[in-house]
């Protein structure tokens, strides 16, 4: 059988340890008793405790002293300081070395029981704090919230209501609901309240009998919630979500000791939330250096290989040209021959375009109109569009400000982009290329240009890779793979990034950000 | 008379192919594995043309050239270089040469190269055949 939990008594009198132990015993907690301070830490060492309830007074090592030592080696543990000499002075002196609670000598046996009771809980709420806070991977954080808050408030069922792209309520995690009909009761159930919060974070009024509250009671298989508690869910002071705690069971209302836990609970969820999504901004943000670096990496590599590379290129091209001039052109060796010789090229245009980002030479900055960069390309590509029968529109702003930015460079990144949208579209479509002017959250101005398509669009699973090195999704000596790691390359030396949105079937649009 | 190369690259595969492209069309081929073999044939030889690598191990391209143009101001000079990145600088800073070849290159990319620049039609020649 398992012990609700485990607990120490420290004290040099062993009446009182076993008075102690005894009534713990009998609660059915599983109990340990130390004589003095060292034995105390030495159990501490050796074993997990939930919780010690430890004198102050005793022979060789005190109490203060074996608290300062217990929290140094389980800081996890919480303790309850039980002393005869109890004054203000060594209650707060107590707290300040990391006690939890403080009784004084002689106690009420049922007052150390409610502080056990109460130490045990805050342990609890840090552990599921602990457990939250642990991870960031989104599904696994919410999966733990509602196990926790399921499980502290004594519920049977419990939900997580987050608004999806569309702003359309959806059920993210759930407990408890068993099928369909009862997810879609509850889900609506939910979003009315999240309707109605107001993006303070405060716990909201317990809702009693939902299934004859007139605000809910079109609601059909409602009347199986008797009772119900909701924690909204707040980001930068919006609503952002909803948790919807439901007790099945007749007879049994949340408590104020219930709320009071929910209101905890609710801080704590949105603490961490609120942690794990900086977090994972902070990560975005290091994976882009992380890519740029490789890039750069890449880069000097390839310059230095480039050479090495094309010396022994350059005498199969030639050696085969030679033996092919002595061949008969109809002969088998004289195909193979040729196909060699396409091959190098083939190699060649692979070097050209990985030293077309190895250039170290610097960026040629100057003012330069986005718009004019764009038409500029469009003069080179438009036929070949429109020959596929690629319809295109402008939606360019007009008056936009200058950036500081590299002409041939941008050239390069826009022909890529249009490339790619024309080679999405083999049967034709429509390409829409717009400039606009937005501030970002600091006031810096920014430039965004995109470039949609309307082609198959790309698959979730390989919308990260587009931008690696090599990753090409064109048929074999189509494409060298380089193409979009280059317009990243030159984007980034711009200070500025690329970023591409797809939904398969739906096309795709690659946008461009450079700072003004 | 046979037109006279000089051709300069430490690969001996690109000499190969270059040697017999050329011969093949009649041009009289000699060989130098690195700079200073170089300089030291020009010293005492005449040349149409030389075709010089731009990178090898004992001296810089770069400086075969320079000297190459000191030493013979009328010689054709085409540089051949694995280095892309060298067509967006000038090859050799302030030394003109008459003609570059990006590796990869066919055979009749040089070939047709000195055959335009050694018979540049009505332009009065210097050097003698």
């Not at chain 1, 993006?199 to 009998?209: F, R, T």
């Not at chain 2, 006279?4 to 690969?11: A, C, F, G, R």
Request: proline share 5%; with cysteine; glycine share 8%.
């Amino acid at each position: 059988m398992s012990a609700k939990a485990n607990i120490l008594i420290v004290d040099d009198e062993p009446q009182i340890a076993e008075m102690i132990s005894a009534t713990l015993l009998l609660h059915g907690y599983a109990v340990t008793v130390a004589y003095d301070g060292a034995q105390g830490v030495e159990k501490v060492s050796a074993e997990k405790f939930d919780l010690a309830v430890m004198d102050l007074q005793m022979p060789g090592m005190d109490g203060f002293t074996a608290l300062g030592e217990m929290k140094k080696l389980d800081p996890e543990i919480e303790v309850i300081i039980a002393t005869g000499h109890g004054t203000m002075g060594i209650a707060i002196q107590s707290m300040r070395k990391g006690a939890f609670d403080f009784i004084s000598k002689p106690f009420d046996i049922k007052d150390l029981l409610k502080a056990v009771e109460r130490a045990l809980e805050k342990k609890k709420f840090n552990d599921i704090g602990r457990a939250i806070f642990s991870t960031i991977r989104p599904e696994e954080q919410l999966r733990v919230i509602i196990d926790s808050v399921t499980r502290i408030l004594k519920a049977q069922e419990s939900l997580l209501v987050l608004p999806d792209k569309d702003g359309k309520p959806r059920i993210a995690v759930s407990q408890g609901l068993e099928n369909e009909a009862a997810r879609a009761s509850r889900l609506e159930y939910c979003a009315r309240m999240l309707a109605q919060s107001d993006g303070s974070g405060k716990a909201m009024l317990p809702v009693d009998a939902p299934g004859a509250d007139k605000r809910f009671s079109d609601i059909a298989g409602l009347s199986a919630v008797k009772f119900s508690l909701f924690l909204p869910l707040v980001e930068d002071n919006k609503p952002a979500g909803l948790i919807g705690i439901n007790r099945l069971e007749e007879n049994s209302p949340f408590n104020e000791d219930d709320l009071q836990r929910a209101r905890i609970f609710g801080s704590l969820v949105n603490l961490a939330l609120r942690n794990s999504s900086l977090y994972r901004q902070l990560q975005e943000t290091q994976g882009q250096l992380i890519q740029a670096e490789k890039m750069s990496a890449l880069g000097q590599l390839a310059g230095g290989l480039a050479h090495e590379i094309n010396n022994p290129l350059s005498g199969i091209l030639g050696l085969t040209q030679l033996v092919l001039e002595n061949l008969d052109p109809a002969s088998q060796n004289h195909a193979d021959l040729k196909e060699i010789e396409k091959a190098v090229f083939r190699c060649k245009k692979i070097i050209v375009s990985l030293l077309s980002f190895s250039r170290q030479e610097k960026t040629r900055v100057e003012p330069v109109s986005v718009n004019e960069v764009i038409e500029e390309t469009l003069t080179l590509c438009a036929r070949q569009l429109e020959l596929q029968r690629v319809k295109i529109n402008r939606q360019f702003s007009p008056g936009l400000p200058l950036v500081n930015a590299d002409f041939q460079q941008l050239m390069q990144v826009f022909l890529n982009l249009l490339t790619n949208a024309r080679d999405a579209m083999p049967d034709g479509g429509e390409l829409t290329i717009a400039t606009n002017l937005l501030k970002d959250p600091a006031g810096r101005e920014l430039l965004i240009s995109s470039v949609s398509d309307t082609g198959a669009g790309i698959e979730p699973e390989i919308l990260g890779r587009i931008f690696d090195p090599f990753f090409t999704t064109k048929p074999v000596g189509k494409g060298t793979g380089l193409g979009l790691s280059v317009c990243l390359g030159i984007i980034s030396r711009h200070n500025g990034y690329i970023k591409a949105h797809s939904m398969p079937g739906a096309g795709a649009t690659f946008t461009v950000t450079i700072p003004v | 008379m046979a037109k006279k190369v000089l051709i300069v690259d430490d690969e001996d595969l690109v000499r190969n192919y270059v040697r017999r492209a050329l011969a093949s069309r009649g041009w009289e081929i000699t060989e130098a594995n690195n700079g200073a073999a170089a300089l030291a044939l020009l010293e005492g030889r005449e040349f149409d043309a030389v075709v010089c690598d731009l990178k090898m191990p004992d001296l810089r391209g770069e400086e075969v050239v320079r000297q190459i143009r000191e030493l013979r101001p009328a010689m054709k000079v085409v540089v051949i270089t694995g280095s892309v990145s060298n067509i967006t600088t000038p090859i050799v800073p302030g030394v003109e040469v008459d003609g570059f070849l990006i590796k990869p290159f066919g055979i009749d990319e040089i070939r047709d190269l000195l055959e335009k620049l050694t018979n540049p039609g009505p332009t009065p020649r210097e050097e003698k055949h």
